[in-house]
């Protein structure tokens, strides 16, 4: 939910944030213990009218540990949250190898 709302905001040069509409088809199929290391990929399926649809997949140990689809509309970020730094924190977030 969090990786489809930063690709809102970068979809939008961060004028706009994605906040939760719906969620269908949740899976969970592994349990996550503190210390796991999940990997997070997110794939946009659809975006039209402030609505953007996701599929979402979460991995430990490269087997699917849950998986979801995900619904996001859209809010102003600056009600939130200042853009210059929303910009510099997903600058860090890919520099770190997490785009």
Same mark, same amino acid.
């Given at each position: 939910?969090?990786?489809?709302?930063?690709?809102?905001?970068?979809?939008?040069?961060?004028?706009?944030?994605?906040?939760?509409?719906?969620?269908?088809?949740?899976?969970?199929?592994?349990?996550?213990?503190?210390?796991?290391?999940?990997?997070?990929?997110?794939?946009?399926?659809?975006?039209? %009218?402030?609505?953007?649809?996701?599929?979402?997949?979460?991995?430990?140990?490269?087997?699917?540990?849950?998986?979801? %689809?995900?619904?996001?509309?859209?809010?102003?970020?600056? %009600?939130?949250?200042?853009?210059?730094?929303?910009?510099?924190?997903?600058?860090?977030?890919?520099? %770190?190898?997490?785009?």
């Amino acid at each position: 939910m969090q990786l489809a709302d930063w690709v809102v905001r970068d979809a939008t040069e961060f004028d706009k944030l994605g906040v939760v509409t719906g969620f269908d088809r949740i899976k969970f199929r592994r349990v996550a213990r503190p210390g796991d290391q999940l990997r997070l990929e997110v794939d946009l399926k659809s975006s039209e %009218n402030g609505q953007h649809e996701f599929r979402g997949t979460a991995y430990s140990d490269g087997a699917v540990a849950a998986s979801a %689809n995900i619904v996001l509309g859209e809010a102003s970020l600056s %009600n939130y949250l200042d853009a210059d730094a929303a910009r510099a924190s997903l600058a860090i977030l890919r520099q %770190n190898g997490t785009s």
